[in-house]
């Protein structure tokens, strides 16, 4: 939904991919997958395009330019602390017959210090997050979901045995959640039930946020931003979230709505740039999606993927510009890289809600998505790279590039080694497909990956939010220490590829509301072709 279902293939016929000789029942034996080439995720860092790379590197040269002043500014107070009274009274007198140059030097250094002041970028920490963990009723198991789906008389046999077997490869668990709505037979999607789940979810979150940090006030909310793809009523969610808290008059609100499952790194930008804006305020970023009116009731198989793959959830994020939060805050934002493919046509069209030819309303997966996705996080990774990686990476990087570009030699471009640059990655749970062929491409290791594959398994795929939940996992598994750098990366309709990148400012530990509480010991599971393997003990 607004760009999900990335991780699985939309179908355009009634054939399928899958080979399924066996069914479910928590097993993989006979079972044969079969993945054409054309639709797994490219191998992007094979083909390099060198606009990206100097991109990278206008990103790195913008951010860094303030920061030349900083040692320049030291060297200039530690050559006057050595400076005896005799040498102060000669260059007195030096300046008295030099006032052209008294002048300059003066309004060099007046300059100089404004620029720094103006553009010297705040720091923004992440305070705390929550996400929403919904009640144990609305779990679904796969043997219901295939029920109430039988029984609502809205798909075709073909339809239902597509369904089944997207479910049994998908990587999900059976303890995910699905709304209120989708519960009853037959289902009953409304206005009103719509509200409810989004009520639900938002406020679950922030209830969640405000009671872990006492210190902070609804009022103390200076900066509201709510990223939601599919639902946007009137009034408007964070409209809804202002009500229910009673936040300030004064509140700078924003509802972003069918910018898909990247749109919570797009939050948390915007947010950024709106506390380098307003000084000493707190913001908060809701990133959710909204299920009861988005599920799809008809049988073009393109269009059936999301119905699989996603799963209710939430979460709430509470960043500060405040010094004096820094030792209370979990995080500090280092970067933030957006893509953006949106002019290509096919980009643009790759994720698309619309009708089908009955007239029921869905969003269709296209058969390129894969490539486009490829596409899309080779742009974004190039960017970064540049931002993050040591320096002896990047001369590899150029070394091979080099020799490649301009003397044509037959070797592979240089892999940059991200796992020199980042401790932990947090990558969107859109499916099981990407992250493995994330996995295989970036060459990273399966724990690398166990939070992204933990967090489909246990919550599904839960759009914008699901990086959150990744994050929690890592924390509550007691893995995140001082020091240690964060990836978040996630991907949407439109097309888009987002990154955020954190540092965490101290050995974290979970919160005790973790979504990840009360199961965190019966993870990582093992699962292969999708299907849920008994833990290794």
């Not at 060297?75 to 009274?89: F, G, H, K, S």
């Not at 002041?117 to 305070?127: A, C, D, E």
């Not at 009671?211 to 939601?228: A, E, Q, S, T, W």
Request: aromatic share 10%; with cysteine; proline share 5%.
């Amino acid at each position: 939904m607004g760009g999900g279902g990335e991780g699985e293939r939309g179908e355009n016929n009634s054939n399928s991919n899958v080979n399924c000789n066996g069914r479910g029942g928590g097993s993989a034996a006979g079972v044969q997958i079969q993945i054409p080439p054309s639709r797994r995720l490219p191998d992007f860092l094979q083909s390099v395009n060198l606009k990206y790379v100097k991109l990278g590197y206008h990103y790195l040269i913008t951010h860094l330019l303030t920061l030349f002043l900083i040692p320049l500014i030291v060297m200039i107070l530690l050559e006057a602390a050595q400076t005896n009274p005799e040498d102060v009274r000669e260059l007195w007198l030096h300046l008295q017959y030099n006032l052209v140059s008294v002048l300059v030097c003066s309004a060099f250094l007046v300059f100089g210090s404004t620029v720094y002041i103006m553009t010297r970028p705040r720091p923004v920490y992440l305070v705390d997050y929550a996400c929403y963990r919904p009640p144990s009723s609305l779990k679904v198991k796969f043997e219901q979901f295939m029920e109430h789906s039988k029984l609502s008389g809205n798909f075709d046999d073909s339809a239902l045995e597509f369904q089944r077997r997207i479910l049994e490869r998908s990587g999900l668990g059976e303890e995910t959640y699905v709304p209120e709505a989708m519960h009853f037979l037959p289902p009953r999607p409304s206005m009103a039930a719509a509200r409810e789940e989004a009520e639900q979810v938002m406020f679950g979150a922030l209830d969640a946020l405000f009671l872990n940090n006492p210190f902070v006030k609804p009022k103390d909310i200076g900066i509201l931003v709510v990223n939601c793809s599919l639902f946007n009523p009137t009034p408007s969610l964070s409209a809804m979230i202002v009500n229910k808290y009673k936040l300030r008059g004064n509140i700078r609100s924003f509802n972003l709505g069918g910018m898909g499952c990247s749109a919570g790194v797009i939050a948390i930008d915007l947010a950024k740039d709106l506390l380098q804006a307003h000084r000493s305020t707190y913001a908060v970023v809701v990133s959710t999606e909204n299920i009861t009116q988005n599920w799809y009731f008809g049988n073009k198989k393109s269009m059936l993927i999301p119905n699989c793959l996603f799963r209710v959830g939430g979460a709430a994020v509470l960043l500060s510009n405040k010094s004096s939060d820094r030792s209370r805050s979990k995080y500090k934002l280092i970067d933030v890289v957006r893509t953006h493919r949106g002019s290509d046509d096919k980009a643009f069209r790759c994720v698309y809600q619309e009708q089908d030819d009955t007239g029921m309303v869905g969003v269709s997966l296209s058969k390129d998505l894969m490539a486009i996705a490829g596409g899309a996080l080779k742009t974004n990774i190039t960017t970064l790279g540049p931002l993050v990686l040591p320096i002896s990476e990047q001369l590899l990087f150029f070394a091979t590039l080099v020799a490649k570009k301009l003397f044509n030699a037959k070797i592979k471009p240089y892999i940059p080694d991200f796992k020199l640059a980042f401790d932990h990655f947090c990558i969107h749970a859109g499916g099981r497909a990407v992250i493995d062929e994330l996995e295989k491409n970036l060459q990273l290791l399966p724990i690398h990956v166990e939070a992204s594959r933990m967090t489909l398994h246990r919550f599904g795929n839960t759009s914008s939010s699901s990086i959150w939940y990744e994050l929690a996992y890592t924390e509550a598994k007691g893995r995140m220490r001082k020091g240690n750098h964060v990836w978040q990366i996630a991907f949407g309709s439109g097309f888009k590829c987002n990154s955020a990148v954190w540092q965490a400012l101290r050995t974290v530990k979970p919160s005790p509301n973790s979504p990840w509480a009360d199961c965190i010991d019966n993870y990582p599971v093992q699962i292969i072709d999708g299907f849920t393997q008994p833990q290794q003990k």
